[in-house]
């Protein structure tokens, strides 16, 4: 059982300097939610369950002038990319229960993906470390989100304030840390240039899970022509 929480507090501790970027994203979120009327216990039962922050953004934007299934299909769209992190990090749970897998997924944020599978790639990862990872980010969500609906309206335009910006360049920062090569450049350069270029042409958001997909692939082609 020790080494098991001992596991657990080191995931827990390498996410931890993610939770100002969490509390100022969450705060952001529940002003807004707050904006178009959800209650407190609202605001932050969505952060509860969902835990999502581009997919609740996206909801609460559509909230009074979209339908619930609209708001479901745009938001689906959105955390596709889940599948690609899911795929990426099995192979090393592969030998993990199902409940465990489970309750792994459903905490599972793009912060705490990042850390687990650094650490498994360092060979010092397990699943205690994954779930000590995610339990840090989602136990800052959702009260971030809940204080951010107390505040209410309190800052009617957190955008121009730049707390929008805080959590995409933070995970900016985490994700140039996994660069090893030239193979994981040319990853991150094409899926930078074809969501660039799909946000311009393509409907809805359908451009975020063709440019990982298509980013990835050259990626592993490129890899495999300097192995040769």
């Known amino acids: 059982m020790g080494g098991h929480m001992k596991s657990f507090m080191r995931g827990f501790a390498a996410a931890a300097p993610m939770v100002p970027g969490v509390v100022v994203f969450g705060l952001v ?72 897998k489970m ?19 360092r060979g010092d990862g397990d699943a205690k470390y994954f779930l000590g990872a995610n339990f840090c980010i989602w136990i800052t969500w959702w009260p971030a989100g809940l204080a951010g609906a107390w505040i209410g309206s309190a ?3 957190p955008a121009r304030y730049g707390f929008n910006m805080v959590f995409p360049l933070a995970f900016i920062g985490i994700v140039a840390s996994f660069f090893k090569g030239r193979a994981s450049g040319v990853a991150a350069l094409v899926s930078a240039a074809l969501a660039v270029v799909g946000a311009m042409v393509l409907p809805g958001n359908w451009y975020i899970v063709a440019a990982g997909v298509l980013g990835a692939s050259l990626g592993l082609a490129a890899e495999g022509r300097l192995r040769r």
């Open 155 to 157: 800052v009617p335009d």
């Open 29 to 100: 979120y529940g002003v807004a939610a707050r904006a178009v009327g959800l209650s407190p216990a609202q605001t932050a039962g969505m952060s509860a369950i969902v835990h999502a922050g581009s997919s609740q953004f996206m909801a609460v934007g559509m909230w009074t002038a979209s339908s619930g299934g609209a708001i479901i299909l745009t938001t689906l769209m959105i955390n596709l990319r889940h599948l690609l992190m899911g795929a990426s990090v099995a192979p090393y749970i592969r030998n993990v229960s199902l409940p465990w």
């Open 103 to 121: 309750l792994l997924a459903l905490w599972m944020s793009d912060e705490s993906y990042a850390m687990a599978i650094a650490a498994y790639e």
